[in-house]
């Protein structure tokens, strides 16, 4: 009876590792087909050449904060995936008997803009493994975090943070209020729902959220926290 086990056990492991050998592989291979039409450099440049890009310099530090802190708290820390998050979305997802979260990191999350598509698919997030490892070994942490902030949507059209913060408060990037840069920060994640030219209910609960994320990772208080949100925008 053992032996019958340990032979399905066998069976189900090589079946299993078969399995994810062709995903990796199909993976690979999309990343390598991304990078041969375009390399790196030059889609980095491309990004960079747009009308409207905004440098990390030009943006308060509370906007990246709340970015940071609603997208990817240890971004500093990892170098382009985030295990804790990976396994978290694992969890998640299987709870959940669906692909229901995907635990990517600002740096995957810019590989995916920058070359991907949206798609919930594992070949693509394998692709988009592979990517991020490589604009890690290319680029600082501010630029990755520059590049991914101006390849993102903000909904109503808008790409970049100066053409969302223009068009939804009518500001440049640094005249944002604290409350505004919470907001903004929110919007990508649901651009459709969560702008709030189209729900500012929704809206405002998103920047709650972003906020309560900001004083778990310790760059707000609560009681800074409850200011700013009492701030009329």
Not at 29 to 49: G, R
């Amino acid at each position: 009876m053992a032996k019958k086990i340990l032979k399905i056990f066998i069976i189900l492991f090589l079946i299993v590792l078969s399995i994810s050998l062709i995903f990796l592989g199909n993976g690979y291979k999309m990343y390598k087909d991304a990078i041969t039409i375009k390399p790196l450099a030059e889609k980095v440049e491309e990004i960079k050449s747009k009308n409207n890009y905004t440098t990390i310099e030009e943006l308060p530090q509370m906007y990246i904060n709340a970015v940071i802190s609603v997208e990817d708290h240890r971004f500093y820390k990892h170098n382009g995936i985030d295990i804790i998050a990976i396994g978290r979305a694992a969890l998640n997802d299987i709870k959940a008997m669906s692909f229901v979260e995907g635990g990517s990191t600002i740096t995957q999350q810019l590989a995916k803009n920058m070359y991907l598509t949206q798609e919930k698919k594992i070949t693509r997030k394998i692709a988009e493994v592979f990517l991020a490892f490589d604009i890690e070994d290319e680029y600082e942490k501010d630029e990755i975090l520059e590049l991914y902030l101006n390849t993102s949507y903000f909904g109503d059209g808008y790409y970049t943070v100066k053409e969302a913060s223009r068009g939804y408060f009518g500001k440049e990037p640094m005249e944002m209020s604290d409350a505004e840069c919470i907001m903004l920060a929110g919007i990508p994640n649901a651009p459709s729902v969560y702008a709030p030219t189209v729900n500012p209910e929704l809206a405002q609960q998103r920047q709650k959220q972003v906020a309560i994320k900001m004083i778990k990772n310790g760059f707000l208080t609560e009681e800074e926290a409850e200011n700013i949100l009492n701030t009329e925008i």
